[in-house]
């Protein structure tokens, strides 16, 4: 065992509860490298179900999930529709339940690739029988850390579904979902848009962010900021999305969080602007988007109404990462603050809520049966 963790001491973290969620954020870029291989080993198994499908012009993709895990496919969608020339969508799964007959086509064949920690939350599972219901042909990608969760028994048992179970130690222990939400997205990115030397060189750039910049990252944390702006284009949009959550359920609600892009931002959003609001820019890595990026910033810190303006890229060399890969970097920034600022506030990251009005696994939510006739 580690004798720290995020540079705090393993005794330190189990009395204040957080060695899981330390050791959770720490682990990923080792997680990173080992998911990849683990793709590189099934990848003949992967292949032989999906090519046949991917094969078919007309096969319409959807990327789910609930909460963090639905944020995997709002990275990701924008990334692998260029990617793999093919529309891609991302709409979670507590969208399908509620309204499938707005989302769901009964005539157009579907792929339903599912995200999930555990594969136990209501909604993971009901957005997978009515996927089933009312769509004819209905395929399933299941990409989950648990393999006795209902979702991987579901997909075990039935001929249209696949099961991608990820490495053990992704099965998070801790209320926040980090390392299985950043394995369940390198995973998708081997098996579909694999590029030469991304994960590599993303695993050195942020295993020396976790080297480097945790003193630094710390004091930002300790900063009398009441409420964070995560800012981002494109599908680092959806990384600004899951790192407003990660900052919001760390810190059991205490700091207000929100997330737009940075073209977005100025319709409205930025009057909520003051002293005590912190901004975190996930500068994008190319070039055209950059500029709206550089823009903002550069307005910022003209107009002075915030002082704390933070660009995570500016810490590390980030050269050469396309977005999708650059995301996981960023995300790890954003859990490590959120974390620091959790022990700040003087709550415990690995249960923040322990009074049980928000759980690990949604509790609560009664699927009801449907039975209207889907969209033709």
């Not at 924008?78 to 707005?102: C, F, G, H, K, W």
């Not at 179970?165 to 995973?187: G, P, R």
């Amino acid at each position: 065992m580690m004798s720290k963790y995020l540079a705090i001491d393993t005794a330190e973290l189990v009395e204040r509860n957080g060695e899981h969620t330390a050791r959770e954020i720490t682990q990923q870029p080792d997680v990173w490298l080992r998911t990849a291989e683990q793709i590189k080993q099934q990848r003949a198994e992967l292949d032989d179900w999906l090519t046949p499908l991917l094969d078919r012009q007309n096969l319409r993709v959807i990327l789910t999930g609930a909460g963090t895990s639905a944020y995997v496919g709002n990275t990701l969608a924008p990334y692998l529709t260029q990617a793999m020339a093919r529309r891609i969508e991302a709409i979670s799964t507590t969208d399908l339940v509620s309204n499938p007959q707005e989302y769901l086509l009964r005539r157009v064949p579907t792929l339903l690739i599912s995200y999930a920690r555990s594969g136990n939350s209501p909604e993971s599972v009901g957005a997978y029988d009515l996927a089933n219901q009312c769509v004819d042909e209905c395929y399933h990608l299941v990409i989950t850390c648990n393999r006795d969760g209902e979702l991987a028994t579901r997909a075990r048992n039935n001929d249209n579904s696949y099961s991608l179970l990820m490495l053990e130690e992704t099965l998070d222990q801790s209320f926040a979902m980090t390392s299985s939400f950043t394995a369940m997205l390198v995973s998708t990115l081997e098996i579909f848009a694999p590029r030469a030397g991304q994960l590599e060189r993303l695993a050195e750039v942020t295993r020396a962010f976790l080297e480097t910049q945790l003193d630094s990252t710390r004091a930002l944390a300790a900063r009398n900021f009441r409420r964070v702006v995560f800012l981002g284009a494109g599908g680092l949009k959806g990384i600004a999305t899951e790192a407003a959550l990660k900052m919001l359920e760390l810190t059991a609600g205490k700091v207000g969080c929100y997330a737009e892009s940075p073209l977005g931002f100025r319709h409205g959003p930025k009057s909520m602007l003051d002293d005590a609001t912190l901004v975190v820019l996930f500068q994008s890595n190319d070039a055209y988007c950059r500029r709206y990026d550089d823009d903002l910033y550069e307005e910022l810190r003209r107009e002075g109404t915030t002082e704390w303006v933070v660009c995570p890229a500016d810490s590390v060399d980030t050269a050469g990462l396309a977005d999708a890969w650059l995301a996981l970097h960023y995300i790890a920034f954003a859990q490590l603050l959120a974390f620091y600022k959790s022990l700040e506030l003087g709550i415990t990251p690995d249960n923040p809520c322990p009074t049980g009005e928000v759980n690990r696994v949604v509790q609560g939510v009664t699927i009801h049966p449907y039975t209207a006739e889907c969209a033709n």
